[in-house]
Nanobody, 119 residues
Framework: VQLVESGGGLVQPGGSLRLSCVAT????????MGWYRQIPGKQREAVAV???????HYADFVEGRFTISSDNAKNSVSLQMNDLEPEDTAVYYC??????????????WGKGTLVTVSL
């Protein structure tokens, strides 16, 4: 299984970006799809997580600015980020809990995509 992110880049404060992540491989089921980020010098943290059939959870710092959406049929998840702030500058990672041969979900990470918010 591989996860590939896209959509990062440089944006000015107040701008928007849309990140996308697609999972490929021998996928039977996907249990969770989420976005995480790592700010330089800090630990990786959850941004938004969609539990398939179980709801969506956002970090407090999102404050209504980001929206996660997933398409199970396409094994994909997106993160629409609006009103970006310099503090959102980070490497953003996609993570999914995926079942392949057995029903047990294993965690898979993408390699990350850099988001830079700056003038």
């Amino acid at each position: 299984v591989q996860l590939v992110e896209s959509g990062g880049g440089l944006v000015q404060p107040g701008g928007s970006l849309r990140l996308s992540c697609v999972a490929t491989g021998s996928i039977t089921s996907i249990y969770t799809m989420g976005w995480y980020r790592q700010i330089p010098g800090k630990q990786r943290e959850a941004v938004a997580v969609n539990v398939v059939g179980g709801g969506t959870h956002y970090a407090d710092f999102v404050e209504g600015r980001f929206t996660i959406s997933s398409d199970n049929a396409k094994n994909s998840v997106s993160l629409q980020m609006n009103d970006l702030e310099p503090e959102d500058t980070a490497v953003y990672y996609c993570k999914m809990a995926i079942a392949t041969i057995t029903p047990v979900g294993m965690e898979y990470w993408g390699k990350g995509t850099l988001v830079t918010v700056s003038l």
